[in-house]
């Protein structure tokens, strides 16, 4: 009975099995040889990971790849003795620098695959391969693998010379007539085809070693350099300046002290790599060239292993390929698509602001596909095209294709519209949106299109309830399309401009239903929300009585307040996401907007900054702000008032409203501003508030109207470049030594648009402004990585074209402010110790702010606030609490111990936003009781102040 592989090795260890004896077993194990491929490259425990507890098995793997390659490459259409071998290959690595690592005297010429010119020489090789001995490979060892030091162990071992580049261009060589196999490959059994084998094996060739270290891949790279006879005189030059920085890189990095700062370790590390990209880029272009491929199939190996996408696009030089061909992969229909397409998420957030799941259900970006085609043009485009069945093993690329069928023009309106109507064709009820609207009348077609959506959800009432959700989710998709198609910033916005009329008849119809004492009533409350009353004759009513919630008025009722409850929770999220991105709104839209009985809501409450076209400046430089007032009978049109009651008039339209005066005439008759017809409004950040001036008078504006805002923006934090910032340029250490959790942090980020690269860390692209902010972190975010929590490093803003660092002072302020509330907000719910600290002093201030106005609305001036304390002067004694964690100590005494009930606080203590925020709620509910410590009843309070005293 053969003994198991974890048995084997342990003896191996010991040095009671040899090196023949311990291939052997690998071999003849079961799925071996892909187990210890699959367990090198994940993260699983030690004693179920054979390839993390006996890292020599990597070595051993390494030389069996090697020997079944030069069998099997050579191969005809008959499979060979080392077929099952390798079909049992995951991973093909580049080792031929693996050797130069620790010593350069071991560097040999690579061994290039040569193949056999006859039977009799192809059946000497595989006789050799069947039959591997391995002392000519690995030095034979008197005494027992444990007593060897790690680098003996590798020096014995990397004896292999796989030369991933030639074993690509073999199977490229093999496949450039046939293509690759687009379909799934099931199973591993040797009875797989050339074509289905030979596609594997490029799906599993890579062109880097992953195992090397940054410095000691410097050093391979440079001995590389000096040891290459071949490479012609400009190249040599170029790449030998490059390695011979990087090897003092290398030097640099192992004997740094510890006073070398991060950013010296992240350029090192970028310069080496860099290197080592020019090493095998060089190498694959001069394989190509020598193989004289054809464009097509590197497209398609660009497709189908996207780990060789740079190489190849290096090498062609087409502007636009790898945005198109990511183009192609993020509006691919597949099942598993957040699984598939997780390793492509931030390449994809590069090019696309829409979510990953937004694709999924069939979003399309319509600006992303004309700035990749206009870059290729249509010829290469169409070679895109034709190799876009690699992308997924099935049909998935259909759905692709038909959108970019759409997009240039190539299905029209008639055809979507007739699959549509006569076939119900999902696929073609998102296309709908996406053909170009009408050049003659757009805003007709785009009602007409609008209208026959509704139409068709309206319809698939008729079928089952798995068959309406998911007809009803291809109509929302739909909607987007047609939004991004008719320029909206925001799908959202079309929805409203549409949906406005309708909801209007929703509640100008009838509401209330009544039976006897019974009545049940939709309304919209001071907020905006949504609210069904229930009576029975004067009484309220917790809820609906059972004998009524079947009757359809009611049904219809609930239905109702689904839709305008569902409605509010987007209007808040996507207004707060079109003040952080800066959208403009005419005038016109805002007052269609306004008319909506849940988003006007919002929007009068937010404050508004006005900014004129730039063909018509005005002269005063302060731009004029202040909240939304819409067309009254005593205003002849909208205007913003700011907290002094000035008014600023919007004239658009004016002269409808003006008879014979002229729009001066009216600017002087209200002592006010008039502005031009060309104004574009967008919601204020509070940058704006404080460059202007005027943020404590809107603060006091909103405690005196006591204004709840649908989230924060007058009391929103802001963040502006430190000294220490403003002094590194391009580096910040804002955060630098806090420790997070991972789970928790990747969670909150990316509800706020970040995302996970493997490479970089986390990161946050802005397309409008052409930059991506990166958080550097001593942490692996795929990993739930609980032996040491990450450690933040550095903040980093780059141009999103040229990779360059941008300077903090030429970073929009808003953009800067927002990202550092993103890792603020992580630094204070996500840190290590699992305990919610406000730490940043951005949210000290805004406190302090908060206490100051709610002890003048209510009236107390006994209480002060100095940095990061409330002091309070009581009647029976003096306190302090602090502003960030609302902890409360006696003046001259101990610290009290006042334990909050957070529901308690909700709709007690006045607070200007709708965020949830217990702890400021507690906060300002402690410092109230303090002031006013006289009429404290609580027993233990009081024991506790009595003592001290």
């Not at 020489?121 to 000519?136: G, H, L, P, V």
């Not at 229909?333 to 397409?341: F, P, T």
């Given at each position: 009975?053969q003994p198991?592989l974890?048995?084997?090795?342990?003896?191996?260890q010991?040095?009671l099995?040899?090196?023949?004896?311990m291939m052997a077993?690998?071999?003849?194990?079961?799925?071996?040889l892909?187990?210890i491929?699959?367990?090198q490259?994940?993260?699983?425990?030690?004693a179920?990971n054979?390839?993390?507890?006996?890292p020599f098995l990597?070595?051993f793997?390494?030389v069996?790849?090697?020997?079944v390659l030069?069998v099997?490459?050579?191969r005809?259409?008959l499979?060979?003795?080392m077929?099952?071998?390798?079909?049992?290959?995951e991973?093909i690595?580049?080792t031929?620098?693996?050797?130069?690592?620790d010593?350069?005297?071991?560097a040999?010429p690579?061994?290039?695959?040569?193949?056999?010119q006859?039977?009799s020489?192809?059946?000497?090789s595989i006789?050799?391969?069947a039959s591997?001995?391995?002392?000519?490979?690995?030095?034979?060892?008197?005494?027992?693998y444990?007593q060897l030091s790690?680098a003996?162990i590798s020096?014995a071992?990397?004896?292999?010379?796989?030369?991933s580049?030639a074993?690509?261009?073999t199977?490229?060589?093999?496949?450039?007539k046939?293509?690759f196999?687009a379909?799934t490959?099931y199973?591993?059994?040797d009875?797989l085809?050339k074509?289905?084998?030979?596609?594997k094996?490029?799906a599993?060739?890579y062109?880097v070693?992953?195992?090397?270290p940054?410095a000691?891949?410097a050093k391979?790279?440079?001995?590389?350099a000096k040891?290459?006879?071949t490479?012609?005189?400009?190249?040599?030059?170029?790449?030998t300046?490059n390695?011979?920085a990087i090897a003092?890189?290398s030097?640099?990095?192992?004997?740094?002290?510890s006073?070398?700062?991060?950013?010296?370790?992240?350029?090192q590390?970028?310069?080496t790599?860099?290197?080592a990209?020019?090493?095998?880029?060089h190498r694959?272009?001069?394989a190509v060239t020598?193989a004289n491929?054809e464009?097509?199939?590197?497209?398609?190996?660009a497709?189908?292993a996207r780990?060789w996408?740079?190489?190849?696009a290096?090498h062609?030089?087409?502007p636009?390929l790898?945005?198109?061909?990511?183009?192609l992969?993020?509006?691919t229909?597949i099942s598993?698509?957040?699984e598939a397409?997780?390793?492509?998420e931030?390449?994809i957030a590069?090019?696309?602001n829409?979510?990953?799941d937004e694709?999924?259900?069939?979003?399309?970006?319509?600006d992303?596909?004309?700035?990749?085609?206009s870059?290729l043009g249509r010829k290469?485009w169409?070679?895109?095209?034709d190799?876009?069945?690699?992308?997924s093993g099935g049909?998935g690329?259909?759905?692709a294709?038909?959108?970019?069928?759409v997009?240039?023009g190539?299905l029209k309106?008639?055809?979507?519209?007739?699959?549509l109507k006569?076939?119900?064709?999902?696929?073609y009820v998102r296309?709908?949106?996406?053909v170009?609207?009408s050049k003659t009348?757009?805003?007709?077609?785009?009602?007409?299109?609008?209208?026959?959506?509704l139409?068709f959800?309206k319809d698939?009432?008729?079928?089952g309830?798995?068959r309406?959700?998911?007809?009803?989710?291809?109509?929302?998709?739909?909607?987007?399309?047609l939004a991004?198609?008719a320029?909206?910033?925001?799908?959202?916005?079309?929805t409203?401009?549409?949906e406005?009329?309708?909801?209007?008849q929703i509640l100008?119809?009838d509401?209330?239903?009544v039976d006897?004492?019974?009545?049940?009533?939709?309304r919209i409350?001071?907020?905006g929300?949504?609210?069904?009353?229930?009576?029975?004759?004067d009484?309220?009513?917790?809820s609906i009585p059972a004998k009524?919630?079947?009757?359809n008025?009611?049904?219809t009722?609930k239905?109702?307040?689904?839709?305008?409850?569902?409605q509010f929770?987007r209007?808040?999220?996507?207004?707060?996401?079109?003040m952080v991105?800066?959208d403009?709104f005419?005038a016109?839209?805002?007052?269609t907007l306004?008319?909506?009985?849940?988003?006007?809501k919002?929007l009068?409450?937010l404050v508004?900054?006005?900014?004129?076209?730039?063909?018509?400046p005005k002269p005063d430089?302060?731009m004029?702000?202040?909240?939304y007032?819409?067309k009254?009978?005593n205003?002849?049109c909208?205007y913003?008032e700011d907290?002094t009651g000035k008014r600023f008039?919007?004239?658009?339209?004016l002269?409808?409203?003006?008879s014979?005066?002229?729009?001066?005439?009216?600017?002087q008759n209200?002592s006010t501003?008039?502005?031009?017809?060309d104004?574009?409004?967008?919601?204020a950040?509070c940058?704006?508030?404080?460059q202007a001036h005027v943020?404590?008078?809107?603060?006091?504006?909103?405690?005196?109207r006591?204004i709840v805002q649908?989230?924060k923006q007058?009391?929103?934090?802001?963040y502006?470049?430190t000294?220490d910032?403003?002094?590194?340029?391009s580096?910040?250490?804002r955060?630098a030594?806090h420790q997070?959790?991972?789970a928790?942090t990747?969670?909150l980020l990316?509800?706020?648009g970040?995302?996970?690269?493997y490479e970089?860390?986390?990161?946050?692209v802005?397309?409008?402004?052409g930059f991506?902010?990166?958080?550097n972190a001593?942490a692996?975010?795929f990993t739930?990585?609980?032996v040491e929590?990450?450690?933040?490093?550095?903040?980093?803003?780059?141009?999103?074209?040229t990779?360059k660092a941008?300077?903090?002072v030429?970073?929009e302020?808003?953009?800067?402010?927002e990202a550092?509330r993103?890792?603020?907000l992580?630094?204070?719910v996500?840190n290590?110790?699992?305990?919610a600290?406000?730490?940043?002093?951005s949210s000290?201030?805004l406190?302090?702010?908060?206490?100051?106005?709610s002890m003048?609305?209510?009236?107390?001036?006994?209480?002060k606030?100095k940095e990061?304390?409330?002091?309070?002067?009581?009647?029976?004694?003096e306190?302090s609490v602090?502003l960030?964690s609302?902890?409360?100590?006696?003046?001259?005494?101990?610290y009290l111990?006042i334990?909050p009930?957070h529901?308690?606080?909700?709709g007690?203590?006045?607070?200007p936003?709708?965020d949830d925020?217990?702890?400021?709620?507690?906060?300002i509910s402690?410092?109230?009781?303090?002031a006013?410590d006289?009429?404290?009843?609580d027993?233990?309070?009081?024991?506790?102040?009595?003592?001290?005293?």
């Amino acid at each position: 009975m053969q003994p198991s592989l974890t048995l084997t090795a342990r003896a191996y260890q010991q040095g009671l099995v040899n090196n023949d004896e311990m291939m052997a077993v690998i071999l003849t194990t079961g799925n071996a040889l892909r187990t210890i491929q699959q367990d090198q490259g994940c993260q699983k425990p030690q004693a179920c990971n054979v390839a993390v507890s006996f890292p020599f098995l990597i070595d051993f793997v390494e030389v069996i790849i090697e020997k079944v390659l030069q069998v099997e490459l050579p191969r005809g259409e008959l499979a060979t003795p080392m077929t099952l071998f390798a079909t049992q290959i995951e991973r093909i690595e580049d080792t031929t620098l693996k050797t130069m690592v620790d010593d350069p005297a071991l560097a040999t010429p690579v061994v290039t695959h040569v193949l056999a010119q006859d039977n009799s020489q192809n059946q000497a090789s595989i006789t050799e391969a069947a039959s591997i001995k391995t002392e000519a490979l690995i030095p034979s060892r008197t005494h027992s693998y444990a007593q060897l030091s790690h680098a003996q162990i590798s020096r014995a071992h990397l004896n292999t010379h796989t030369d991933s580049i030639a074993v690509l261009t073999t199977l490229l060589t093999h496949l450039a007539k046939t293509g690759f196999y687009a379909n799934t490959i099931y199973g591993w059994s040797d009875g797989l085809s050339k074509k289905e084998l030979f596609s594997k094996l490029v799906a599993a060739c890579y062109p880097v070693y992953s195992s090397y270290p940054v410095a000691l891949l410097a050093k391979a790279t440079n001995n590389k350099a000096k040891e290459s006879k071949t490479i012609d005189i400009e190249t040599t030059n170029t790449e030998t300046t490059n390695t011979s920085a990087i090897a003092q890189a290398s030097t640099d990095l192992t004997d740094c002290d510890s006073h070398n700062t991060t950013a010296q370790h992240t350029a090192q590390n970028a310069q080496t790599m860099q290197a080592a990209n020019n090493h095998w880029q060089h190498r694959f272009d001069a394989a190509v060239t020598a193989a004289n491929f054809e464009d097509k199939l590197l497209v398609g190996l660009a497709m189908y292993a996207r780990q060789w996408q740079t190489l190849v696009a290096n090498h062609l030089q087409w502007p636009g390929l790898k945005s198109g061909i990511y183009w192609l992969i993020a509006h691919t229909k597949i099942s598993d698509y957040q699984e598939a397409n997780a390793d492509d998420e931030s390449a994809i957030a590069r090019y696309s602001n829409i979510e990953l799941d937004e694709f999924k259900r069939g979003a399309v970006d319509i600006d992303w596909f004309h700035n990749a085609y206009s870059e290729l043009g249509r010829k290469r485009w169409e070679v895109l095209y034709d190799c876009a069945k690699y992308i997924s093993g099935g049909n998935g690329h259909r759905r692709a294709k038909l959108y970019s069928d759409v997009l240039t023009g190539d299905l029209k309106i008639r055809e979507v519209t007739q699959k549509l109507k006569d076939k119900r064709d999902q696929d073609y009820v998102r296309l709908f949106g996406l053909v170009p609207l009408s050049k003659t009348n757009p805003q007709t077609d785009l009602l007409n299109r609008y209208h026959t959506l509704l139409q068709f959800k309206k319809d698939s009432k008729q079928f089952g309830s798995q068959r309406q959700q998911s007809e009803n989710a291809a109509v929302d998709i739909a909607l987007e399309n047609l939004a991004r198609n008719a320029g909206f910033t925001d799908p959202q916005r079309l929805t409203w401009a549409m949906e406005t009329e309708t909801l209007q008849q929703i509640l100008a119809g009838d509401t209330t239903f009544v039976d006897g004492e019974v009545s049940v009533s939709l309304r919209i409350d001071a907020q905006g929300r949504a609210q069904l009353d229930v009576m029975r004759g004067d009484k309220p009513l917790k809820s609906i009585p059972a004998k009524y919630k079947k009757d359809n008025t009611i049904a219809t009722l609930k239905a109702h307040k689904k839709t305008l409850t569902e409605q509010f929770k987007r209007a808040r999220h996507s207004f707060e996401m079109a003040m952080v991105r800066g959208d403009e709104f005419s005038a016109a839209e805002l007052a269609t907007l306004f008319e909506h009985p849940v988003i006007g809501k919002h929007l009068d409450k937010l404050v508004f900054i006005a900014e004129n076209d730039k063909s018509n400046p005005k002269p005063d430089p302060t731009m004029p702000m202040g909240f939304y007032k819409a067309k009254t009978a005593n205003a002849p049109c909208a205007y913003l008032e700011d907290p002094t009651g000035k008014r600023f008039y919007l004239a658009d339209n004016l002269s409808d409203n003006l008879s014979n005066n002229s729009a001066d005439d009216l600017a002087q008759n209200m002592s006010t501003d008039l502005m031009g017809t060309d104004i574009k409004l967008r919601i204020a950040h509070c940058v704006d508030l404080q460059q202007a001036h005027v943020w404590p008078d809107f603060q006091h504006y909103c405690f005196e109207r006591q204004i709840v805002q649908p989230f924060k923006q007058i009391f929103r934090e802001l963040y502006v470049p430190t000294p220490d910032e403003l002094a590194a340029k391009s580096v910040s250490r804002r955060y630098a030594g806090h420790q997070v959790q991972p789970a928790k942090t990747v969670a909150l980020l990316k509800s706020r648009g970040w995302r996970a690269d493997y490479e970089e860390g986390l990161q946050k692209v802005n397309h409008r402004l052409g930059f991506r902010v990166k958080m550097n972190a001593l942490a692996d975010w795929f990993t739930p990585a609980d032996v040491e929590a990450p450690t933040l490093e550095t903040v980093m803003f780059e141009d999103l074209h040229t990779g360059k660092a941008l300077d903090f002072v030429d970073i929009e302020p808003r953009a800067f402010s927002e990202a550092m509330r993103d890792l603020d907000l992580v630094v204070s719910v996500a840190n290590a110790s699992g305990v919610a600290v406000n730490t940043s002093q951005s949210s000290i201030v805004l406190r302090g702010v908060l206490v100051g106005e709610s002890m003048r609305l209510f009236k107390q001036d006994n209480v002060k606030v100095k940095e990061r304390h409330a002091l309070i002067k009581g009647g029976l004694a003096e306190y302090s609490v602090h502003l960030g964690s609302a902890v409360v100590h006696q003046i001259g005494g101990s610290y009290l111990s006042i334990l909050p009930i957070h529901s308690q606080h909700r709709g007690k203590v006045f607070l200007p936003f709708m965020d949830d925020d217990p702890k400021t709620a507690e906060l300002i509910s402690k410092v109230l009781l303090l002031a006013r410590d006289e009429k404290i009843l609580d027993p233990t309070i009081l024991r506790q102040i009595k003592s001290d005293n």
